[in-house]
């Protein structure tokens, strides 16, 4: 069947079926076009017609008018509560993802532990150049001590979560081409790698079984991933 359809005062076709349900689909026509195929009496209003679309999830054909867009796909109203509960919990996609397994995580980690210990290396060497070697009383060093632990602590945050904001992953991750998304597939914000750091510490306290879980989970999730929603993916 061809179809005609109106825009921008013009009269556009004929498409083919397939090509008209990819111009409803990309947008091209939306609920309010005036469209026509041979055997209509009149022109209609796309969402008047019998025009039928799958839904994606249940492959059931309907009218467009009872059916809701989600990128390319359309979902009809029947299944739209499962599918919007699916998007929520990131399960959508629990089949399609590439889940960086725990072996290839804990490699990362590695990798990402050797970085911090060089870089904790200079800063000790350099703080200890510049304060540690003045220091002639107990309570001074105490105080040096602090301070290095404090400034290590800082810059132990900092390297996570600005690396995790910006590039999606630390250096170990980006290294073995693993990235962090949200469970909508989404970047993640600063304050949210702020906060996957913060439970990661969580997970640190489980003494390695809330990174184990990542090898049992069958999104291959860690604590730190159940709390904060996150995933940990291996893009092809
Ligand atoms: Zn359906």
């Known amino acids: 069947m ?6 921008g005062g013009e009269k556009l076709g004929p498409v083919d079926q397939g090509a008209f349900q990819r111009l409803a689909a990309e947008g091209v026509i939306v609920d309010s076009t005036l469209v026509w195929h041979e055997g209509l009496t009149d022109w209609q ?3 008047d017609t019998e025009q039928a679309m799958y839904c994606t999830e249940c492959g059931k054909p ?7 867009p989600y990128g390319r796909s359309w979902i009809c109203a029947n299944c739209k509560p499962r599918f919007v509960q699916k998007i929520r919990e990131g399960t959508l996609f629990a089949k399609t993802l590439p889940y960086a397994g725990f072996w290839l995580r804990f490699g990362a980690k590695m ?3 050797v970085i911090m210990w060089v870089v904790n290396m200079f800063v000790n060497f350099f703080l200890m150049g510049f304060i540690g070697l003045r220091l002639r009383n107990p309570g001074g060093a105490l105080a040096y001590m602090g301070t290095i632990y404090s400034f290590q602590f800082a810059l132990g945050v900092a390297y996570e979560t600005i690396f995790v904001w910006r590039y999606g992953g630390t250096p170990g991750k980006l290294i073995l081409g693993l990235k962090i998304i949200r469970a909508d597939g ?3 914000s600063f304050g949210l790698a702020l906060g996957r750091y913060a439970a990661s ?3 640190n306290f489980t003494v390695g079984v809330g990174y184990l879980m990542a090898a ?3 999104e291959k999730r860690a604590l730190h991933d159940r709390l904060c929603n996150t995933r940990v993916i291996k893009p092809q």
């Open 62 to 68: 309907f009218p467009v008018g009872f059916m809701m």
């Open 111 to 113: 990798i990402d532990g």
């Open 216 to 218: 049992v989970d069958d």
């Open 201 to 203: 510490m969580v997970t």
């Open 45 to 47: 209003r796309y969402a």
């Open 2 to 7: 061809n179809w005609y359809y109106a825009s």
């Open 186 to 188: 989404g970047d993640l």
